[in-house]
């Protein structure tokens, strides 16, 4: 099998803003689904893995845009596994338009978790062997933030359409809450250049989660997202987000 793997996606409506660009939570779902498909090829199914009671989970991600793609645009997504770590399976997805160009490229942590006890498996503990390369023109891999208390507060709930068929908030759900934080005008002047997203616990139906957020002056996003009714806070989720003016 070979070590990359390439795919073609059309970009819909489904994929885009109210400003028909690429909305980021759609790139990373599509990372998702090309890399979900070629660790098939180099493992095991999802279906494989539940016998074996497995799943996989990313920890973090780092999203970058060079370009945003737009409704209707053809991109050409290519994926790799990089060298696995001590703890995770780091794979690589980059996007092109058709004549070549650079268009983003995610980072992402992959971690094996155990479906009952819902606890990582480190790697050569699950079974699963993969053989993977870093090729250099990958970005940097997405590492821990900071917990931080931020300004502005919101809370937002878990509901059916955030849910994944491990019964968890899809990881691409997130970039999704946050960006609801911002008004439509902002989303019209602004686009993410880069983000990082680090998964600190899994999030579950009806969990509610606050939200503590600061966009500063030059467009730099922070945010901590902790469970609501917790006796011991504990943190689920953390960005750090760059957006840029639009250039019309």
Same mark, same amino acid.
């Given at each position: 099998? =070979?070590?990359?793997?390439?795919?073609?996606?059309?970009?819909? =409506?489904?994929?885009?803003?109210?400003?028909?660009?690429?909305?980021?939570?759609?790139?990373?779902?599509?990372?998702?689904?090309?890399?979900?498909?070629?660790?098939?090829?180099?493992?095991?199914?999802?279906?494989?893995?539940?016998?074996?009671?497995?799943? @996989?989970?990313?920890?973090?991600?780092?999203?970058?845009?060079?370009?945003?793609?737009?409704?209707?645009?053809?991109?050409?997504?290519?994926?790799?596994?990089m060298v696995t770590?001590?703890?995770?399976?780091?794979?690589?997805?980059?996007?092109?338009?058709?004549?070549?160009?650079?268009?983003?490229?995610?980072?992402?942590? @992959?971690?094996?978790?155990?479906?009952?006890?819902? !606890?990582?498996?480190?790697?050569?503990?699950?079974?699963?062997?993969?053989?993977?390369c870093n090729r250099?023109?990958?970005?940097?891999?997405?590492?821990?933030?900071?917990?931080?208390?931020?300004?502005?507060?919101?809370?937002?709930?878990?509901?059916?359409?955030?849910? =994944?068929?491990? /019964?968890?908030?899809?990881?691409?759900?997130?970039?999704? @809450?946050?960006? &609801?934080?911002?008004?439509?005008?902002?989303?019209?002047? *602004?686009?993410?250049?880069?983000?990082?997203?680090?998964? *600190?616990?899994?999030?579950?139906? =009806?969990?509610?989660?606050?939200?503590? @957020?600061?966009?500063?002056?030059?467009?730099?996003? !922070?945010? &901590?997202?902790?469970?609501?009714?917790?006796?011991?806070?504990?943190?689920?989720?953390?960005? /750090?987000?760059?957006?840029?003016?639009?250039?019309?």
């Amino acid at each position: 099998m =070979d070590i990359i793997y390439e795919k073609e996606y059309v970009l819909t =409506d489904m994929h885009s803003n109210a400003f028909g660009r690429a909305k980021p939570a759609a790139l990373l779902a599509l990372a998702q689904d090309i890399a979900g498909e070629h660790a098939t090829l180099l493992s095991d199914s999802w279906e494989g893995l539940q016998k074996k009671h497995l799943f @996989w989970a990313v920890s973090r991600h780092r999203l970058e845009i060079f370009c945003p793609p737009r409704t209707g645009e053809t991109l050409l997504l290519r994926t790799w596994p990089m060298v696995t770590t001590r703890v995770a399976y780091p794979r690589a997805v980059e996007g092109y338009r058709k004549d070549g160009t650079l268009l983003f490229r995610v980072v992402s942590l @992959w971690i094996l978790m155990d479906t009952e006890s819902r !606890s990582l498996v480190l790697p050569g503990k699950g079974g699963l062997t993969i053989n993977g390369c870093n090729r250099g023109t990958e970005g940097p891999l997405p590492i821990s933030l900071s917990p931080g208390h931020y300004e502005n507060q919101a809370v937002r709930t878990v509901v059916y359409s955030d849910l =994944d068929r491990n /019964q968890h908030m899809n990881n691409t759900r997130y970039l999704d @809450w946050i960006e &609801d934080l911002m008004p439509l005008a902002f989303h019209r002047d *602004h686009y993410l250049t880069s983000c990082m997203i680090c998964y *600190h616990q899994e999030l579950l139906p =009806d969990q509610a989660l606050s939200l503590s @957020w600061q966009l500063r002056e030059g467009g730099l996003f !922070s945010l &901590d997202g902790h469970l609501t009714n917790s006796a011991v806070e504990k943190r689920i989720f953390s960005a /750090q987000i760059q957006y840029a003016p639009v250039v019309l």
